[in-house]
Nanobody, 112 residues
């Protein structure tokens, strides 16, 4: 059973950085699609960044140039480095494995 667990969320000021991590057991990282989604209150969940089984990455237009997704197979972890954070980045961020396995989410709040 795949059980993603997110961590690293918190409150930051606009322009600052934050790194999220997702710990996953029971999979081989390089054989699965992995992604970070986010959902703000009253909004649909959106894909923020993804990384394929061979390491190809994709980003939502709203975060290109600011966010970076990566993984560490040896540590069974996936990361989302978020730079130049904006108030509109405020949301609950979810780790997803294989399109169907979800973590509980971690809150990211960007505010002055």
């Amino acid at each position: 059973q795949v059980q993603p667990v997110e961590s690293g969320g918190g409150l930051v000021q606009p322009g600052q950085s934050l790194t999220l991590s997702c710990a996953v057991s029971g999979i081989i990282f390089n054989r699965n699609f992995m992604g970070w989604y986010r959902q703000a209150p009253g909004k649909q969940r959106e894909l923020v960044a993804s990384i394929s089984g061979v390491g190809n990455t994709n980003y939502a237009d709203s975060v290109k140039g600011r966010f970076s997704i990566s993984r560490d197979n040896a540590k069974n972890r996936m990361y989302l480095q978020m730079n130049s954070l904006k108030p509109e980045d405020t949301a609950v961020y979810y780790c997803n494995i294989g399109g169907t396995k979800w973590g509980q989410g971690t809150q990211v709040t960007v505010s002055s």
